[in-house]
């Protein structure tokens, strides 16, 4: 069964770290290119980061110098390491796996994260 499974959300005070996980099962990640979005109440789904299955590394002005995506090929897993995380980074965050060779999209039922002192 292909699932995405984000964990590693919760409540950090402003300024401080998370670390958001995106597991994949039933396929393999390193093979497709892999991106984070979130979505705070009231407001449009925003991309925040991406990695493709070169390593190639980009990120949304919002929050770059601040997060980085990176994989575990071995664990077949894709991270989000947040830093100086401000209240406006409160949002529910999903990971997305696509192939566009494949016509494959899968998304996570996403993991929330809030920021507030």
């Known amino acids: 069964q292909v699932q995405l499974v984000e964990s590693g959300g919760g409540l950090v005070q402003p300024g401080g770290s998370l670390r958001l996980s995106c597991v994949a099962s039933?396929?393999?990640?390193?093979?497709?290119?892999v991106n984070w979005f979130r979505q705070a109440p009231g407001s449009e789904r925003e991309w925040v980061a991406g990695i493709t299955s070169g390593e190639h590394a980009i990120y949304g002005d919002s929050v770059k110098g601040r997060f980085t995506i990176s994989r575990d090929k071995a664990e077949n897993t894709v991270y989000l390491q947040m830093n100086s995380l401000k209240s406006e980074d409160t949002a529910l965050y999903f990971c997305?796996?696509?192939?566009?060779?494949?016509?494959?999209?899968?998304w996570g039922q996403g993991t929330q994260v809030t920021v507030s002192s």
């Open positions: 039933g396929f393999t990640l390193s093979r497709y290119g």
């Open positions: 997305n796996a696509i192939d566009v060779r494949l016509g494959a999209n899968y």
